[in-house]
């Protein structure tokens, strides 16, 4: 599998109901409509590491079957919808958003 990871910075403490709410209802949907898309993921962190602050916000995984399919997608419609509202959420929110990619391994911990 090939994945997309999409990182959110918070936004400000007055505006996490709207931004939320939109995440839910328009942004989220939008990923998910990314032709070729296998899977997403999104995650609303709430502790970072040893009871620190979260790293991130939120962070999404928009997982593919293959470089080739993310590829594929980025040149769909369906992202461009998707990518002129994450423009218009770090515009809105003063959000940021960090975003790599890369090829997924697994590695089996059940025989430990």
């Known amino acids: 599998m090939y994945k997309l990871i999409a990182c959110w910075s918070a936004p400000r403490a007055e505006d996490e109901a709207s931004f939320e709410q939109h995440y ?22 709430a502790i970072g590491l040893e009871g620190g602050d979260p790293a991130f916000y939120r962070v999404a995984e928009l ?19 998707m990518r002129a509202d994450a423009g218009a959420m770090i515009e809105r929110f003063g959000v940021s958003l960090t975003v ?13």
């Open 24 to 45: 839910r209802d328009v942004h989220a949907p939008a990923a998910a409509a990314v032709p070729r898309l296998r899977r997403l993921v999104t995650t609303r962190t």
């Open 63 to 81: 997982v593919f079957d293959s470089q080739s399919d993310l590829e594929a997608g980025e040149h769909s419609k369906e992202w461009a919808a």
């Open 100 to 112: 790599g990619t890369g090829e997924e391994v697994i590695v089996d911990v059940e025989d430990r």
